[in-house]
């Protein structure tokens, strides 16, 4: 039956949420606010009507009866009163009897007395008399008299005692308990038992707290509908963690009970779980409303971040109660109220400021606890909004989650799970009186300390104006155990958290990296398959395999970064610059997805990387030297007896002087990479754009030193850094292209013409069978000139009186992509053999020949080679010159296989440069911001990562310089001791 009743009553609390959402609010009301006829209910927190013998009390929060009225009963709110027969029209000074007053009565209807006078209403046997006696002070003797009488004169007895047994004994078969007498006849609630649980520490103790008030107040509140006792009796239960067990008669059972055996008193303000005369403690009597509760009624008013301080504050209110039931005051939870660490106002308050993630932890001991917290303060939190349309203040009730309660011995409320969790009203913050045994006045053996405090903003799914749901307080406690104060510490922590529901980004985010993917996928097959044609393999083998893989992880770490930043930016800008309130950043737990993805995209960028650094330090490169000897020289030939004329040595110093001009150019970069971490560090810690990464409301760049430092945003710092990173980098490159290269320097065209004025070609292979080719061959024939013979070429070529530069009669095309065909690629590796096996083991050199001598016949011989290859010369590896079709262009790969001739693509772009850090920078620039990114988010420190961004770059520069200027030597037979 007990289960039944249960269920019937869920089902009759659940019928308001069935019905569209039920409303916690109710007008606020100040005590000082009540009209004069009017008190103010502590048990209602509204202003209730007295009767028509009574008026407001000088506290406010209860009647009293007028004057000529005597007190029948009191309750504590609204008494009943008797007014007094005409013969003793005065009330005596405890308001509980009729007195006749000889000299008149007072403002109040109490008998009043002469100056020197004093009053006594009762004779030296305590028996009270029927009138009232003016006793004259004579002199300092009589003055002491009369001071003894009063501090020894008779006091009412408690008034259970005189309804009971109308003396001052409470005699058997009577119930004497907590200073009150209760009959022994009549619905009696079950005995209390004292005990409170301490469940961390694994102890139970009788609390003498408890031990004398629990019985009393739960028989007070039941039998006589006491208010005072009614909120004593829920403060116990809050003290108890709000655990229920229905097979108990603590505090929260006892409270039960009455809660259950009051249902006909009715509701107040139209909340099914706030009984009349009790406190509001639960949301029903067992788990599974929490959803209805938080999720289906939003709160009456919007907020923003921009506009009036009413819609940029969350104003908290709270109704305070001591530990009796005395209602104290209503209070706003600034200044600290609920926040244990000490801080500054200013600081404190801005845990309020709405959009501001608000954290707050600190350590405090358990002496000062002890010295500022004797006796708990109870508080009902709500959230006080203004209704326009009444023009009235309401509170909204704000509920509380403890994460300590028990429902029927279990801890329901620390699961992710809401449908589970049993939501309550009433908290503290320090409770070191309940862990008292034996006497009030010992020290506590254990105190309970409010450790973690979170309040919970939550924003409704698509508003567009500020519209949130109730807010959710969750507290836990933490139970210590007192041995020695003065070395024992509690860490305690307050904050206040925004959330929305992040399933929709989730699976925006979803999308997009599946459809990026997706064409990620087809793109590395494009560019697998172009690298088959260049390579020249016709098998699908694991080096093609292992080729794909890498060019997907570059096109994969594309995606992710493309998706980081979006989602930077998207959260920086729509949180930070909006007024009307429609997102709210993802929580520290919520960003994990994010930061992954960054670091998805770091190891991937940082893979495409190191292939790319690979792949320009084993490039093949010589360069093709078209000087011819001016005459004959006779020289003379050792072993040999005679002279001999042989043609006139070719200068080697172009050669060495295009090598260094090459290895010069190897590393340089669009931007300047120490500007670049510079500039980005700048805007960061010295401008402010830092301050656009924290998690509050203000999008402004400064901050007070004074003011509250909200945490940092992983997904803001990150969006705050990739904008400042891009647009700066952005700034450099166009710079660069526009004005420098223009009317400074262009290196990569000087390096052309420098070519073309030595008489040198550039003869690239990045791959087995293509590559690149600039035409350096001189139209004067001669480059090995002195001064005044150049300065006539020079002059010559600016007034057209000689051919263009062009690889092609009358043109001016000097860079070409080569794919050569394979019976050209095998001619090469056989004369590039001989050039590199000086580096193997000596017995394998021919010993007729040194290997300088080898390695000079070789590097002529290739020089003939791709120098008559060039010419035309091999009509078996013959080329032809053509354009590259639209569509090659933009897919970087060729269509046409070169199978008999090789093909030379015309190419204004310069796209050499790809085999050098200039062609590469895109993939240089992402690699650069991601490594600064990454190192931030671990280490949350901008200088540290510009630091460390600047060593790597620094590092990978030496290592590309060190080692492609050996791979320069190794391929070209420059000896590196030339390279400066």
């Given amino acids: 039956m007990a289960t039944l009743s249960r269920w019937l009553f869920a089902a009759l609390v659940l019928l308001p949420f069935r019905a569209g959402g039920q409303s916690f609010s ?8 009540c009209e004069g006829t009017q ?14 013998s009574q008026r407001k009390s000088a506290l406010g929060t209860s009647c009293a009866c007028l004057p000529g009225f005597k007190l029948v009963s009191d309750n504590g709110g609204s008494p009943t009163c008797e007014k007094c027969p005409d013969a003793m029209s ?11 007053c000889p000299k008149g009565l007072t403002a109040e209807g109490k008998c009043k007395c002469l100056t020197g006078e004093i009053l006594v209403e009762r004779d030296t046997n305590g028996t009270l008399l029927k009138t009232a006696l003016c006793v004259q002070c004579d002199g300092m003797e009589q003055s002491f008299a009369a001071s003894n009488v009063l501090s020894n004169m008779c006091v009412r007895c408690e008034p259970t005692f005189i309804s009971v047994s109308k003396s001052c004994n409470c005699s058997q078969p009577n119930i004497l308990t907590g200073g009150l007498c209760f009959r022994s006849t009549g619905n009696f609630p079950p005995k209390g038992i004292a005990t409170v649980r301490f469940g961390k520490l694994g102890i139970t103790l009788i609390s003498a707290w408890f031990l004398k008030n629990l019985q009393a107040s739960a028989a007070a ?30 505090a929260c059972g006892l409270f039960q009970y009455v809660y259950t055996n009051t249902a006909g008193l ?36 919007s907020f923003t971040f921009k506009g009036t301080n009413k819609n940029l504050k969350l104003q ?99 699961g992710s799970n809401m449908n589970s969790w049993l939501l309550t009203r009433r908290m503290f913050l320090v409770d070191t009186l309940s862990g008292r045994e034996n006497d009030l006045g010992n020290q506590p053996r254990v105190i309970r300390v409010a450790s973690e405090i979170r309040i919970s903003i939550r924003l409704v799914p698509e508003t567009q104006r500020g519209a949130i749901y109730p807010p959710l307080i969750t507290v836990f406690y933490s139970d210590v155990l007192v ?11 307050f904050s206040v958290n925004y959330e929305m529901k992040q399933s929709e980004a989730r699976i925006q985010t979803d999308i997009a990296l599946g459809v990026l993917g997706g064409l990620a996928v087809l793109w590395s097959l494009l560019k697998t398959a172009g690298w088959k044609r260049r390579v020249g393999s016709p098998m699908i083998d694991l080096q093609t395999v292992l080729k794909f893989l890498l060019f997907y992880a570059g096109d994969l770490g594309n995606v992710f970064f493309i998706i980081t930043v979006g989602t930077g930016i998207y959260w920086l800008v729509f949180f930070k610059a909006q007024q009307f309130v429609s997102v709210l950043l993802p929580l520290p737990s919520q960003e994990n997805d994010f930061v992954s993805y960054v670091g998805c995209a770091f190891a991937l960028k940082a893979l495409q990387f190191l292939q790319m650094l690979a792949s320009q330090l084993t490039i093949d490169i010589f360069f093709i030297d078209w000087e011819r000897p001016k005459g004959k020289v006779l020289k003379a030939l050792e072993g040999e007896n005679g002279i001999k004329s042989t043609s006139t040595p070719v200068s080697i110093w172009r050669t060495y002087f295009i090598a260094n001009e090459w290895n010069e150019i190897q590393t340089i970069r669009k931007i300047n990479p120490l500007f670049q971490v510079l500039a980005v560090l700048f805007f960061l810690e010295i401008v402010g754009f830092s301050n656009l990464a924290l998690m509050d409301s203000s999008s402004s760049l400064t901050r007070s030193p004074e003011s509250y430092k909200a945490p940092w945003s992983s997904i803001l710092r990150f969006g705050v850094s990739a904008v400042l990173w891009l647009v700066i980098a952005l700034i450099q490159m166009t710079y660069f292209s526009v004005f420098y290269e223009r009317f400074v320097e262009d290196k990569i065209r000087q390096f052309v013409d420098l070519c073309c004025m030595s008489n040198i070609s550039v003869f690239l292979l990045s791959h087995r069978c293509f590559g690149y080719y600039i035409h350096g061959r001189s139209v004067h024939g001669h480059a090995d000139t002195n001064m005044e013979e150049m300065n006539m070429n020079l002059k010559r070529e600016a007034e057209n009186l000689c051919s263009q530069r062009g690889l092609l009669p009358n043109t001016d095309g000097q860079t070409f992509q080569i794919c050569i065909s394979s019976k050209m690629r095998q001619q090469y590796d056989r004369i590039h053999e001989t050039l590199t096996r000086k580096h193997g083991p000596v017995r394998l050199l021919n010993s007729s020949t040194t290997t300088f001598e080898q390695s000079t016949k070789a590097y002529h011989t290739m020089n003939k080679f791709l120098g008559s290859f060039i010419d035309h010369v091999h009509k078996e590896m013959d080329y032809i010159v053509k354009d590259k079709l639209l569509l090659e262009r933009i897919l970087g790969m ?80 420059v000896d590196e001791r030339f390279l400066i």
């Fill in 26 to 33: 109710l007008p606020f009301r100040q005590p000082q606010a």
């Fill in 39 to 52: 008190y103010f209910d502590v048990s209602r927190l509204a202003c209730a009507q007295c009767g028509a």
């Fill in 90 to 100: 005065g009330v005596t000074q405890d308001g509980w009897d009729c007195i006749a």
């Fill in 221 to 250: 509140c039941w039998l006589y509908s006491n208010l005072t006792s009614c909120q004593a009796l829920g403060n116990m239960c809050v003290m108890n963690m709000n655990s229920l067990s229905f097979a108990s008669t603590d």
């Fill in 266 to 301: 009715g509701t107040v303000h139209s909340i099914s779980f706030w009984r009349q005369n009790l406190p509001w403690l639960y949301y029903g009597d067992q788990p599974g409303l929490a959803s209805q509760v938080l999720d289906t009624s939003e709160f009456p008013t």
């Fill in 316 to 414: 908290f209110i709270a109704a305070s109660y001591d530990v009796k039931g005395n209602f104290l005051k209503w209070q706003y939870l600034e200044d600290g109220v609920l926040q244990l660490c000490p801080d500054t106002a200013t600081r404190l308050n801005a845990a309020y400021i709405f959009g501001t993630t608000y954290q707050q932890k600190c350590t405090v001991s358990v002496s000062k606890i002890l010295k500022d917290y004797p006796h708990p303060v109870f508080y009902d939190v709500f959230l006080e909004y203004y209704d326009a349309e009444d023009g009235q203040q309401y509170v909204w009730a704000v509920p509380v989650l403890n994460l300590n309660l028990q429902y029927n011995e279990m801890l329901v409320n620390q």
């Fill in 483 to 493: 041995q020695n104060p003065s070395t024992e510490n509690v860490v305690v922590s």
């Fill in 894 to 973: 060729e269509f046409m296989e070169p199978m008999e001739k090789s093909i030379f693509y015309n190419d204004e772009g310069h796209s050499f440069s790809d085999v050098l850090y200039y062609g590469s920078e895109s993939t240089l620039l992402i690699f650069d911001m991601l490594f600064f990114a990454v190192v931030d988010l671990a280490t949350q420190n901008f200088i540290l990562a510009s630091v460390l961004t600047y060593l790597q770059q620094e590092i990978f520069r030496f290592i590309r310089n060190a080692v492609g200027q050996k791979n320069l030597a190794s391929k070209t037979l």
